[in-house]
């Protein structure tokens, strides 16, 4: 073959790729506003509630309803690649232009090649999004819903620190609060453990600032527990550093929402390696940890699913409202798969990476079955 002839198959194959890139964009497009417009009806009945009931300022409401839609995002944006490549097959089959161009010797493999390459591509915008933009956005909600309509700080709440003392037992450290513009926790509370979870020292402190990685307490009282049962007192030390077994980042990642579901990987990852979550919460964690990997690549098993559907649903003679509906089952069906899944995950953690992807796994060879029947009519 010429070079001649090799640069007239390239730009043949450009060609191709871009049709089927720009007939998806549109029903794409179409799906995106569909499945946000349906996701976002709950947030606006919360703006009235945040406004009637609360008292919230509508400038706060307004801003809370956009911070809180990059959340759903990691759901939307696979509806909606599922919907339009649905509605793309669906309209490339039924106005025969597959027949036409199996004709001019393209395979249907190579037609929906692009396709399934852009469910590729969003797998990894889907992941970004997840673990960069939705964070961010969660963190900016939390911050107005506490400090301008409830007017508390976003990390006023009871919080507690259990860190391994050497030559066995332990030390836990109770606060009220956490200040984070000072780095300081309030009203801090300290009991030390031995090995035989006996209690050997009790410290009582008004608060405890972070500095030169170090905690200090301040205004404390210590109480000592001797053996033969006297007490030892020392009330009123100015400053004593100690260490808490956290630093202030790791206390602000655990305490900030307490839900893995709107913490990033990295995130969940810090809390589950500072050992301070029960076992039911560390089962939890470890689940959403493998699943927000595997949920971003939804994106290109729905391709794959949809494509055959797709071609299904032309031969039926169906228009946008089958697409839709096909759209939804299939979610539908997606989303219980992995909900099932999840729980097994969560009862049997040693094994979620292999259960986060299971259900992704079953799709797939679902989906390649299916291709690989309308491929050969």
């Given at each position: 073959m010429t070079w001649q002839q090799w640069a007239r198959c390239y730009l043949r194959l450009q060609i191709l790729d871009r049709y089927m890139l720009t007939e998806l964009a549109g029903p794409f497009g179409f799906g995106l506003a569909a499945f946000t417009l349906i996701f976002a009806a709950t947030q606006l009945l919360n703006i009235g509630r945040l406004v009637s009931s609360e008292h919230a300022p509508l400038w706060a409401a307004i801003e809370i309803f956009f911070w809180q839609l990059p959340a759903e995002m990691g759901l939307v944006l696979p509806m909606a690649l599922l919907l339009g490549t649905l509605l793309t097959i669906q309209r490339l089959s039924g106005e025969?232009?597959?027949?036409?161009?199996?004709?001019?010797g393209i395979s249907f493999m190579r037609m929906t090649a692009p396709l399934l390459a852009a469910g590729l591509v969003m797998s990894f915008v889907t992941f970004i999004v997840q673990e960069v933009v939705a964070p961010y956005a969660s963190d900016q909600t939390t911050q107005i819903e506490n400090t301008v309509i409830s007017h508390t700080s976003a990390f006023n709440r009871d919080l507690t620190v259990s860190a391994p003392l050497p030559g066995g037992g332990r030390q836990v450290t109770f606060a009220t609060a956490y200040e984070a513009h000072t780095q300081a926790l309030l009203h801090v509370t300290l009991i030390q453990y031995d090995k035989h979870n006996a209690a050997q020292q009790i410290v009582f402190a008004d608060r405890a600032d972070f500095s030169a990685a170090q905690w200090t307490?301040?205004?404390?009282?210590?109480?000592?527990?001797?053996?033969?049962?006297?007490?030892?007192a020392e009330p009123h030390?100015?400053?004593?550093?100690?260490?808490?077994?956290?630093?202030?980042?790791?206390?602000?990642?655990?305490?900030?929402?307490?839900?893995?579901?709107n913490m990033s990987r990295s995130e969940i990852r810090a809390i589950v390696a500072s050992g301070q979550l029960t076992s039911p919460e560390y089962n939890k964690y470890v689940t959403t940890y493998q699943e927000k990997l595997a949920q971003p690549f939804a994106c290109f098993v729905f391709v794959l699913i949809a494509i055959p559907f797709g071609m299904r649903a032309a031969r039926s003679g169906g228009g946008t409202s089958v697409g839709f509906g096909l759209a939804v089952a299939i979610v539908f069906v997606y989303y219980i798969v992995l909900t099932i899944f999840s729980y097994i995950s969560e009862a049997y953690v040693l094994l979620a990476p292999l259960w986060a992807w299971t259900p992704n796994i079953i799709f797939t060879i679902f989906g390649l079955a299916r291709l690989r029947r309308a491929a050969s009519v």
């Open positions: 025969s232009e597959i027949t036409a161009l199996k004709a001019g307490l301040e205004n404390a009282s210590i109480y000592r527990f001797n053996p033969d049962g006297t007490v030892i030390i100015a400053t004593q550093q100690i260490a808490l077994g956290e630093d202030p980042s790791e206390i602000v990642r655990r305490i900030k929402q307490n839900d893995p579901e």
